[in-house]
């Protein structure tokens, strides 16, 4: 089974060399925890191994995305966007919608329509190999009627699925809540789950990483410090 690198130095040795091609994961965690740090890797290392890649944002702008990045690890993402060709980078905002609007479901799936239409140009476009859509709990959150939010989830992953990407979903977990992403459905309909937290405890390293679901995969069960470097993100191994 072909494997694709995280990107997360020090995570591939305890997935079994890294995630299944052609999975759908998330990595999920509360606000400070580096989940954009996260799938920025796992895009990255497919860019430097010349396989292209596509970056959905849903909450931000693109030159944002390409900013933040840059100024977290120092990559420059217009490299492989504007001169290589093999990144698509595009923000996807959902239209406020209150639910006294007329055929508010109508509105809604026609939103994931368009949504997955998207995508899928996208992916075309450059031919790629990775995805990471941030975040996948926008869509949860704005979807708030939980049929058609599973519903809607649903159709995304089987859509990824169908395209042969290998897919990494951002999720983001409430302050006030203890489940993985703020709808609770995501979750159950991926392949792997990455869990990051943030550790006040902790006198080193505050930020953590653990494995909490890989279909196919023997992975680790512990969980691990984290830091962010200037090579990006390295998972501790030796203890706090």
């Known amino acids: 089974m072909k494997r694709l690198g995280s990107g997360v130095i020090n995570?591939?040795?305890?997935?079994?060399?890294?995630?299944?091609?052609?999975?759908?994961?998330?990595?999920?965690?509360?606000?400070?925890?580096?989940k954009t740090g996260f799938s920025?890797?796992?895009?990255?290392?497919?860019?430097?191994?010349?396989?292209p890649g596509v970056y959905i944002t849903t909450e931000q702008d693109r030159e944002d995305v390409i900013n933040d990045i840059k100024e977290m690890f120092g990559w420059d993402l217009t490299k492989y966007s504007d001169e290589e060709g093999i990144l698509k980078i595009s923000s996807i905002k959902p239209v406020l919608i209150t639910r006294n609007v007329e055929n508010f479901s109508r509105l809604i799936r026609g939103y994931?329509?368009?949504?997955?239409?998207?995508?899928?140009k996208d992916v075309k476009e450059v031919n790629a190999e990775r995805v990471v859509i941030d975040s996948v709990s926008l869509i949860e959150?704005?979807?708030k009627d939980k049929y058609l939010a599973r519903a809607a989830i649903s159709s995304l992953i089987e859509k990824l699925k169908s395209m042969g990407v290998t897919v990494m979903l951002v999720g983001t977990v409430p302050e006030s809540s203890e489940g993985l992403t703020?709808?609770?459905?995501?979750?159950?309909?991926?392949?792997?789950?990455?869990?990051?937290?943030?550790?006040?405890?902790?006198?080193?390293?505050?930020?953590?990483?653990?494995i909490r679901k890989m279909r196919r995969t023997d992975h680790?069960?512990?969980?691990?410090?984290?830091?962010?470097?200037d090579k990006g993100l390295k998972v501790i191994e030796d203890g706090f």
């Open 11 to 34: 995570l591939d040795d305890k997935i079994e060399g890294g995630f299944f091609e052609g999975s759908v994961n998330l990595v999920t965690g509360k606000t400070g925890t580096c």
């Open 40 to 51: 920025a890797s796992f895009i990255h290392e497919g860019l430097e191994n010349g396989e």
């Open 112 to 120: 994931i329509t368009d949504f997955l239409n998207n995508v899928e």
């Open 141 to 143: 959150m704005f979807v």
């Open 182 to 210: 703020g709808g609770g459905i995501v979750e159950y309909l991926v392949d792997g789950v990455i869990k990051l937290e943030f550790t006040p405890v902790a006198e080193k390293y505050n930020r953590t990483l653990e």
């Open 220 to 229: 680790a069960i512990e969980i691990f410090p984290m830091e962010i470097t």
